[in-house]
């Protein structure tokens, strides 16, 4: 039951690409007088006036209708998202997801053009109070025969604020995966599992002590956007 997998590097981007206007100016001011301005305070999901800044910029944004952090279960999430861990063969083990994440803040002309609509429309400011950040996203599931369910293993979203912790943090998870160690604790995993589900544990704390038995870490440390 060894889970195979092949693994992708992070892609660097510079951390200043968000700096162009976005013209023609009639266009720009549709944009920011009425397009959707929330920012997903704890996650990477991009709202429409980012999308158009991103697109603006070179930067192509995914579709993930499976992955989100800050509300809009229905929608899925728009975010810059990297595959990270590639499932190469069948197992009972399951890589749910895996990706790499980013959220660049808006600089130069851009920032500039926006500013110029906060008196307005002073929630606007949101969008210049964004800091840059990445982060990992690991989801492994197991398929439990004996009781036909599927069974979580573990789950983490960990942010940084450089790039090169992120890659050398993805190494550490990888070589852990890659030693069988998840493989050793499932039985104290599934064990957990059983007691939790008996005892109502709350969602939160289960991820917790699944990623600590793994990773020695919490499943969530989350970098806040603002």
Not at 131 to 151: A, M, P, R, S, T
Not at 173 to 201: M, T
Not at 203 to 211: H, L, M, P
Request: aromatic content about 10%; charged content about 25%; overall charge negative.
């Amino acid at each position: 039951m060894k889970l195979h997998c092949k693994y992708h590097k992070p892609i660097p981007v510079n951390t200043d690409i968000i700096s162009k206007r976005i013209n023609p100016e009639h266009l720009a001011s549709n944009l920011l007088l009425r397009g959707a301005c929330h920012v997903d305070h704890e996650g990477f999901d991009l709202n429409e006036i980012e999308q158009s800044y991103y697109q603006m910029n070179g930067l192509e944004f995914a579709k993930d209708s499976t992955w989100y952090k800050d509300g809009g279960q229905e929608y899925g999430t728009n975010a810059i998202l990297q595959d990270w861990i590639i499932q190469t063969e069948a197992s009972d083990l399951i890589v749910d997801h895996s990706h790499f994440v980013f959220k660049y803040p808006i600089i130069g002309a851009a920032a500039k053009q926006i500013k110029s609509y906060t008196e307005k429309r002073p929630e606007l400011l949101r969008l210049l109070s964004v800091k840059f950040k990445c982060g990992l996203d690991l989801c492994i599931d197991y398929i439990n025969k004996e009781l036909d369910i599927v069974e979580p293993v573990v789950h983490i979203e960990w942010d940084f604020f450089d790039i090169n912790e992120l890659t050398s943090t993805a190494t550490l998870v990888e070589e852990k995966l890659e030693s069988g160690y998840i493989e050793k604790v499932l039985p104290a995993i599934l064990e957990f599992n059983k007691l939790a589900r008996e005892n109502r544990i709350d969602a939160f704390t289960q991820a917790d002590v699944r990623a600590l038995l793994i990773f020695g870490h919490k499943s969530y440390k989350l970098i806040p956007t603002l």
